[in-house]
């Protein structure tokens, strides 16, 4: 069973920086994409961002400028930058991986909560 297992999250100041870590139990090249997603209270999960396995990135309209992620081969973690959080980034991320046959995993998320 894949595990992801994502960390960093926690109390950011509105225009501040934090940094979400994922993990994988297995190597990277399994998946075709992997990514990050959030889920605010009382809304539905969005897409944040994702990196494929060649290294090309998409983003969400909403973090695009302000997010980066980016992903270590030799670690098997993929990170997301979070640069000038806004309060409305407030919510649960969630790292998940996808392999080409459509199969795909869920970490159990971290928590970020962005202060005004």
């Known amino acids: 069973q894949v595990q992801l297992v994502e960390s960093g999250g926690g109390l950011v100041q509105a225009g501040g920086s934090l940094r979400l870590s994922c993990a994988a139990s297995?190597?990277?090249?399994?998946?075709?994409?992997m990514g990050w997603y959030r889920q605010a209270p009382g809304k539905q999960r969005e897409l944040v961002a994702v990196?494929?396995?060649?290294?090309?990135?998409n983003y969400a309209d909403y973090v695009k400028g302000r997010f980066d992620i980016s992903r270590d081969n030799t670690k098997n973690t993929v990170y997301l930058e979070m640069n000038g959080p806004k309060p409305e980034d407030t919510a649960v991320y969630y790292c998940?991986?996808?392999?080409?046959?459509?199969?795909?995993?869920w970490g159990k998320g971290t928590l970020v909560t962005v202060s005004s």
């Open positions: 998940s991986a996808k392999r080409d046959n459509g199969q795909e995993y």
């Open positions: 990196i494929t396995s060649s290294g090309r990135t």
């Open positions: 297995e190597n990277f090249w399994s998946f075709n994409y």
